[in-house]
């Protein structure tokens, strides 16, 4: 495998100012990036996949192990808090279970039939988007995962570092960012690492686009937590609905926190009418202000 590979350039890595090592490091990362550019189209198709799959109730499936499983743990955890994309609808399957996020699990990520036993147990079907990840793109665990869960008819979308492998060849949807060798051979928690986080950044921020919980370049969907996000909310509201703050703030407060609602609270709608709305119109802020600049 590609990602295996020693490079004979780093060989005496260990002798070498340190330095001269961070930034050998920090090209391989540079490079881990660039990996990606060439996957912006597959990356874009998937999406556009995982948008008209999952509808009102299908769930965003992240599978993977060690490295890989960490990191689309990660990505889909974000989710919640940046889109109120509900825990409901999220569903992480790692190799070990929950306890190997923080300490490895010896043997987990070859255990291809707790894979198969997972997507049964969370009963993942037609509605569900399921992403694997996986550096080598042969994890048994992971593999078993998207064959089992493209078997129960759910999308399955494959991220993997090695051209050729049969998790890209097993999910409907492939992604390879071909990364190569290591600066520390074998470590692919740094450059395969970095491109498949990249790539899980881009895939599930396009998916939220399409969904519609982006307006104007703005988390318009994100849940209220804390005091900072409280005033990027009240300022959402009082720079889309173009009103002065104070109503801005009263409007966000009728909407119970929720920036959509008090954009359309802003501008006059009733909050029972406005919630009306964006159900009809499943939470798309663009398409009800398109609605309401019809009725001007």
């Known amino acids: 495998m590609n990602t295996e590979a020693l490079d004979a350039r780093y060989l005496d890595l260990d002798l070498w100012p340190t330095e001269l ?55 889909g955890t974000e989710l919640y808090p940046t889109y109120n994309w509900g825990p409901e609808r999220l569903v992480f399957l790692m190799a070990g279970g929950s306890g190997a996020l923080t300490e490895a699990v010896e043997g987990a990520e070859d255990d291809g039939e707790a894979g198969r036993a997972a997507v049964v147990q969370d009963a993942i079907g037609p509605d569900d988007v399921v992403i694997g990840v996986a550096a080598s793109g042969r994890t048994p665990y992971t593999l078993a995962i998207i064959e089992q869960a493209r078997a129960a008819g759910a999308l399955t979308i494959g991220v993997a570092n090695n051209p050729g492998s049969a998790l890209l060849e097993s999910a409907e949807h492939g992604v390879l960012v071909k990364t ?99 159900d009809v119109h499943k939470g798309n802020l663009r398409r009800v202000l398109q609605v309401l600049e019809t009725r001007d």
Do not use: C, H, W
């Not at 050998?24 to 550019?37: W, Y």
């Not at 299908?58 to 990505?75: E, H, I, Y």
């Open 21 to 75: 090592a961070v930034e050998a490091m920090l090209e391989g990362q540079l490079a881990a990036i660039a990996a990606v550019q060439s996957q912006t189209a597959a990356i874009a198709a998937a999406a556009d996949a995982a948008a008209a799959r999952l509808g009102d109730t299908g769930r965003l499936v992240f599978a993977g192990a060690g490295t890989s499983g960490r990191l689309a743990v990660q990505d």
């Open 180 to 278: 190569g060798s290591e600066v520390v051979g074998g470590s692919t928690r740094m450059k395969a690492g970095t491109a498949q986080k990249a790539v899980l950044n881009l895939l599930t921020t396009a998916i939220m686009i399409r969904l519609g919980l982006v307006y104007q370049g703005r988390m318009v969907a994100m849940r209220i937590s804390n005091a900072k996000l409280l005033q990027r909310g009240r300022n959402m509201v009082q720079d889309i609905a173009g009103v002065e703050a104070d109503a801005a703030e009263r409007a966000l407060a009728a909407a119970d926190n929720d920036i959509r609602l008090g954009v359309i609270v802003a501008l006059g709608v009733p909050v029972a009418e406005g919630k009306a709305m964006l």
